[in-house]
C-alpha cells in the first residue's frame, strides 16, 4: 500500500501542483480509504513528507571510487539521472515554489539536510586523504558542483550529458585549489 | 491596467499555482473585467507569457565593468536579487514544474532564450578583449556561474551572499581556464 501511495501522491502532485493536492484524490488514485491515509500518514504534508524521505534516501549508494573527482563525477551523474525524472521534477519544483516561509519549508529543510548529511562523507574522505584543505565548506563545493546541473535541467534545459557534469566536477575542483575560495 | 493585471497573475500564481491559475481569479484581483483579459492578453498562458517578458526583459542594465570577472559579479548579484523576490519565484519555479512537454514548455524556451539572448554579450565582449579563447560556449559559462546561486535559492536555501557569487565567478574562470574545459 505505501508504494500506491507514493505513486500516487507523485501522480496528483504532477496533476495539479501542492495548491491542487487533495488528501481524497490520492487517495481515490491508490484505491485505498481516505481514512486509511488520515490514519496511516496524516494530511498533505505528511504523504509529501514521505515522499521526500524515500527520494533523500533513494537506492544509489553514495560513490567510493577512490578520488573526489571519481566520487563527485558519479554523485553528480546520479543527480542528474534522477533530475530528469517526473516525479522528482514535480516534487523539487514542489518545494522550490514554496519559498522559506511557506507550510512546506520545513519539510524542504528536513529533505535538503538529510540529502547534504548523506553526500558530505565524499568531501571529508578527501580531506582524511589529503587532496582537500581542511576547513574547506563541504556543502559549498557540493552546491557549486551540482548547482549548474540543477539550474540547467530546471532552467533554460541545458542538455546535461556526461561531459557537461564532468566539466563541473573538473572546473570548480580546478578552481578551487587556483583561487583558494572556499 | 498591465501592471495590475501582471501583479494579480503573480499573486494568483504565487497562491494557487499554475495548476490553479484562473483567468477569472486574475481579473477579481486586478478589478477588471473576464472578457478584458480575454481579448488584450489571451488565456492564461498569455498571462503568463507576458509576465516572463517583463521579467526577462527587466530593469537593470546589463553590466560593463570592463573584465569579464567583473561583469559575471555585478551579474550574478542582479539574478540573486531577482531570485530571492517572491513574484519571480513563483515563476521561475512554475516553469521548472512543467517538463519540457507540458503546455508552458513553450513558453519556457522563450523566456531562457531571452535570457541568455540578454547575457552573451559579457562573454563575447571578453572573447574581444582576449580574455577568454575564441570558441568558448558562452551558454555553459553562464550556467556553470549563475547554477550555484540557482540552486542554492531554490534548493537547500544556501547563503548566496556577495562572498559566495564572488566565489561562483572566480572558481569558474580559474577552473575553465586551468582545465581548458568548456
Redesign the interface.
Known amino acids: 500500500m505505501t508504494a500506491a501511495v507514493r505513486a500516487a501522491t507523485v501522480a496528483a502532485l504532477t496533476?495539479?501542483?501542492?495548491?491542487?493536492l487533495a488528501v481524497e484524490d490520492v487517495a481515490a488514485r491508490a484505491g485505498v480509504n481516505k481514512t486509511t491515509i488520515y490514519r496511516r500518514w496524516g494530511g498533505r504534508e505528511a504523504l509529501v513528507a514521505d515522499l521526500l524521505l524515500a527520494a533523500a534516501d533513494q537506492g544509489t549508494a553514495l560513490p567510493d571510487t577512490g578520488t573526489l573527482r571519481g566520487d563527485l563525477a558519479a554523485f553528480t551523474r546520479q543527480v542528474r539521472d534522477a533530475l530528469v525524472a517526473?516525479a522528482n521534477?514535480?516534487l523539487?519544483?514542489?518545494?522550490?515554489?514554496g519559498?522559506?516561509d511557506s507550510s512546506l519549508a520545513e519539510l524542504?529543510?528536513g529533505y535538503?539536510a538529510a540529502?547534504?548529511a548523506r553526500a558530505r562523507p565524499m568531501v571529508e574522505r578527501a580531506v582524511d586523504r589529503g587532496e582537500l584543505a581542511a576547513g574547506v565548506d563541504a556543502?559549498?563545493l557540493i552546491?557549486?558542483v551540482?548547482?549548474?546541473?540543477?539550474?540547467?535541467v530546471?532552467?533554460?534545459?541545458?542538455a546535461v550529458d556526461d561531459a557537461?557534469v564532468e566539466?563541473?566536477v573538473?572546473?570548480?575542483?580546478?578552481?578551487?585549489a587556483?583561487?583558494g575560495?572556499?
Open positions: 496533476e495539479h501542483g501542492w495548491n491542487g517526473p521534477r514535480a523539487l519544483s514542489t518545494l522550490a515554489a519559498g522559506p524542504g529543510r535538503w540529502r547534504f556543502d559549498a552546491v557549486r551540482v548547482g549548474p546541473v540543477w539550474f540547467g530546471f532552467g533554460p534545459g541545458t557537461f566539466g563541473c573538473e572546473i570548480v575542483l580546478a578552481g578551487t587556483a583561487t575560495r572556499r
